[in-house]
């Protein structure tokens, strides 16, 4: 984010210029009374903070970050479930915090809009699913969908032009689906620009689970059929031990999961560490072919 401190003034002219000529390429300029375009052409009064979460921007912020090519966004979804009696009912929500922060680094100015943190989790009269436990909520998928439609139309509005889905459960893959091909569709025989991009390469977790076993070493020996395993544990570990209740476990003795130790600490951190590397390199090569890009690239360093 350094660049935009170092460009900030010709980056206001730029939108000056923009904005005076019509050239503005984002629907919601053509919506702003004078007064309102006369406050969006006010320059940024202090230097930018640093962060690829548009929720950690300001508004400022994210205007010059677009005027300066920062186009593509990233829409994830997590959920809120049982996960054993171990792991936080937000599970998917950490991996989604701890990987698209990841992802939009490797990316070219990539912003992540906040993580959709509700997905459907089962019927809401509890009678199958996640619903059936404590603590679980769920949306219904006509509701879902609706959600995610929204967020990307308001990207796109924004002059956002690629807008990536990813999501880190399996029930929230269809709908991601569904919404990026009915928008790029209506969007594709509008003539615009802006494409909606589904990505399944992030959530391929069997490949996920094999490469923690077969390239890291940490096998799975002894299955304990309770929503939960080493590999998620570990990478939830890297965002924040107390996630998994660290403390409380090692306590009771409980320290480990389908037969994998989680001490010690270093160790399964590592492994949490080199999974995100995995997911994220895989999920980045897989965005940039959906983009059109090479695998080359810079950061948003």
């Not at 989604?96 to 912003?111: F, S, Y």
């Not at 992540?112 to 019927?123: Q, R, S």
């Not at 889905?165 to 620009?193: C, K, P, T, Y």
């Not at 977790?205 to 309770?226: R, S």
Request: contains cysteine.
């Amino acid at each position: 984010m350094s660049r935009v401190n170092r460009r900030a003034a010709p980056l206001l002219v730029a939108l000056a210029t923009l904005a005076s000529t019509g050239l503005w390429a984002s629907p919601a300029a053509a919506q702003r009374t004078p007064e309102v375009q006369a406050m969006y052409d006010e320059p940024r009064p202090i230097a930018a903070g640093e962060s690829v979460w548009m929720e950690d921007l300001t508004w400022m912020e994210v205007r010059d970050l677009l005027a300066d090519g920062w186009t593509t966004a990233i829409v994830s979804t997590g959920g809120i479930e049982q996960n054993g009696p171990y792991l936080v009912t937000g599970k998917h929500n950490v991996v989604m915090q701890g990987a698209c922060e990841r992802i939009a680094k490797a990316l070219t100015r990539t912003l992540c809009a906040p993580v959709i943190k509700l997905v459907p989790g089962g019927p809401l009269d509890g009678s199958s699913g996640h619903m059936r436990y404590s603590g679980t909520l769920s949306l219904r998928p006509e509701t879902y969908e609706m959600v995610l439609e929204d967020v990307t139309r308001s990207l796109a509005t924004h002059g956002f032009t690629d807008i990536v889905l990813i999501g880190d459960s399996g029930g929230n893959q269809d709908g991601m689906e569904a919404v990026a091909e009915r928008l790029s569709a209506e969007w594709a025989s509008e003539g615009s620009a802006v494409r909606a991009h589904y990505i399944p390469e992030f959530y391929t977790y069997p490949d996920v689970v094999a490469y923690m076993e077969d390239e890291l070493g940490a096998v799975q020996t002894d299955p304990e059929g309770i929503h939960d395993d080493f590999a998620i544990t570990s990478m939830m570990m890297v965002v924040d031990p107390e996630l998994v209740r660290f403390d409380q476990r090692v306590e009771a003795g409980r320290a480990s999961i389908n037969g994998v130790s989680l001490l010690p600490t270093e160790r399964a951190l590592e492994v949490g560490e080199a999974l995100f590397q995995f997911r994220t390199d895989r999920t980045v090569k897989a965005i940039r072919r959906a983009l059109g890009e090479s695998a080359a690239g810079d950061s948003n360093d």
